[in-house]
């Protein structure tokens, strides 16, 4: 069991860097004025978690706010199915091209999907698809990032050689760029705040990991060796100026402990981290991983007594980190712990959350703890929302 868990727990984490920042579900599309960077923040300095009673429990009227859905992308055969949120599918077109689907981007109403074979654009409305690009052989992984700031949307794919190939489609110039090849497994994390470069991240057969790099677009090279520790995973924040890992540090005691550590992306060479410390030890970050909110203020995640023994071991909800106070409290006490984490709606206030084996899906309203229940095929992708 142990040993099924953890690769299963490493290969999900991996692939939802998803849940990543500036991703899908993160950003609203910004217009020419709006997509000037961000200034940095003031440096931070080290601090521990407090923990705060959940507050703010109670429903809100359905009628005082408008709900956000989640759109969930599938294959039923060769049919692409859209279901937003608990909406019965709906079958958009037929694509007996380009095999499976890895990852998905819904920008205004149009779906692009990248598939084992190549990149691929639906256009919802007409039902009516083109074909972006072919891949020369078929890929086993990739995922897509949309970055709002820069209209683009970014890709990864890994073959079976484990070489990977990273590009970018320019929306405003409806243009595919391949940029670069390397050979090694490689997540993207997310866009630098000048646009010039990419966050990636090296995967091996070990989960843990001790660096971050930094791609330079126009000149097709690594130019930097960032340090970063953590396992299994790196979180870019929505405005590209922090980097949040899920990590394990020895106590005073010499016991490991379960951390959280928050890189300032703009302090070259990194700065040491700040270090919060998960409540409830022993304890670990759930699957799915930590999700920025898209002010890029807090943190959420699942919970869990430990991750090593999932489904068998204790769930302690779904939770948040406020980053400027070190605080945390439970958003909503989820007792499933095989429930991952995967997208945040642009508006920051909503969460949705998929399980593992059962074709189940959650929606938390993140201010009331509110919680929706419904059926979606466990195979779905969240390209969006709507």
């Not at 929306?171 to 470069?197: A, C, K, W």
């Not at 898209?294 to 779904?318: C, K, W």
């Not at 642009?346 to 949705?352: C, F, H, K, L, N």
Request: net charge negative.
């Amino acid at each position: 069991m142990v040993k099924y868990t953890f690769s299963f727990w490493f290969f999900l984490c991996i692939l939802l860097s998803a849940c990543m920042p500036q991703g899908i579900g993160t950003e609203t599309i910004r217009t020419e004025e709006e997509r000037s960077p961000s200034t940095p923040p003031e440096e931070k300095t080290s601090v521990e978690l407090g923990t705060l009673t959940p507050t703010g429990t109670t429903p809100m009227s359905s009628t005082a706010r408008k709900i956000i859905s989640p759109v969930f992308v599938f294959l039923e055969g060769d049919a692409l199915m859209e279901q937003v949120s608990s909406n019965a599918p709906k079958h958009i077109i037929d694509l007996p091209e380009l095999g499976p689907i890895k990852d998905a981007a819904l920008v205004g109403e149009a779906l692009h999907l990248l598939r084992e074979q190549g990149i691929q654009r639906i256009y919802l409305s007409e039902g009516k698809s083109d074909i972006m690009e072919r891949f020369d052989i078929p890929m086993l992984e990739g995922g897509m990032i949309f970055a709002a700031e820069y209209y683009r949307i970014v890709y990864y794919v890994t073959d079976s050689g484990q070489e990977s190939i990273i590009g970018y489609y320019d929306l405003d110039e409806n243009s595919v760029y391949p940029t670069f090849s390397f050979p090694q497994n490689l997540r993207i994390l997310g866009m630098t705040v000048d646009g010039r470069g990419l966050y990636v991240l090296p995967i091996g057969q070990d989960p843990e990991f001790n660096k971050v790099l930094l791609l330079d677009l126009e000149q097709e090279v690594i130019s930097r060796e960032l340090p970063v520790r953590g396992v299994s995973f790196a979180v870019l924040a929505s405005d590209a100026h922090q980097l949040a890992t899920f990590a394990q540090s020895p106590d005073p005691s010499g016991q490991l402990e379960s951390v959280i550590h928050l890189y300032d992306l703009p302090s070259l060479p990194l700065t040491p981290p700040r270090v919060f410390t998960l409540p409830n030890a022993p304890s670990y970050v759930g699957f799915g991983g930590l999700h920025w909110s898209p002010d890029s203020q807090s943190l959420h995640f699942m919970l869990v007594e430990n991750i090593y023994e999932a489904p068998d071991t204790t769930s302690y909800g779904l939770w948040r980190l406020d980053v400027e106070s070190g605080a945390t409290n439970q958003v909503a006490p989820i007792s499933d712990p095989i429930f991952h984490t995967v997208s945040i709606s642009p508006d920051g206030e909503w969460i949705v959350l998929m399980h593992e084996m059962n074709d189940e899906a959650i929606l938390v309203h993140l201010q009331t703890a509110e919680v929706q229940s419904f059926s979606v095929p466990v195979n779905a992708i969240v390209a969006g929302w709507r």
